[in-house]
Nanobody, 124 residues
Framework: QVQLVESGGGLVQAGGSLRLSCAAS????????MGWFRQAPGKEREFVAT????????YYADSVKGRFTISRDNAKNTVSLQMNSLEPEDTAVYYC?????????????????WGQGTQVTVSS
């Protein structure tokens, strides 16, 4: 089993920044891609960003491209999401997840382990 725990969520004003962290434990395979998803009230969960094990490849949703940066520290078993220029539309519960594959993917069904989520609220 793989356990993922997100942290770093909170309240921030529009235009501000926030950094989320995901701590992983218990996994036996360390070469798989990781990703971030989010879900706003009344909306379906959507893809945000993904990164390969080595960090050599990343992919972002168009809505966050240029504002968010995903990174990972394999020695510490952590994946981070740096969020800049936050907008009210970014308000959501953010989830960390591990992919079935080594390549980056935006497809939700490709991810097998999920964290419980951390709330991010952006005010006007």
């Amino acid at each position: 089993q793989v356990q993922l725990v997100e942290s770093g969520g909170g309240l921030v004003q529009a235009g501000g920044s926030l950094r989320l962290s995901c701590a992983a434990s218990g996994r036996t395979v360390s070469s798989l891609a990781m990703g971030w998803f989010r879900q706003a009230p009344g909306k379906e969960r959507e893809f945000v960003a993904t990164i390969t094990w080595s960090g050599s490849s990343t992919y972002y949703a168009d809505s966050v491209k240029g504002r968010f940066t995903i990174s990972r520290d394999n020695a510490k078993n952590t994946v981070s999401l740096q969020m800049n220029s936050l907008e009210p539309e970014d308000t959501a519960v953010y989830y960390c997840a591990r992919s079935h594959s080594r390549a980056t993917t935006a497809l939700e069904y490709e991810y097998d382990y999920w964290g419980q989520g951390t709330q991010v609220t952006v005010s006007s």
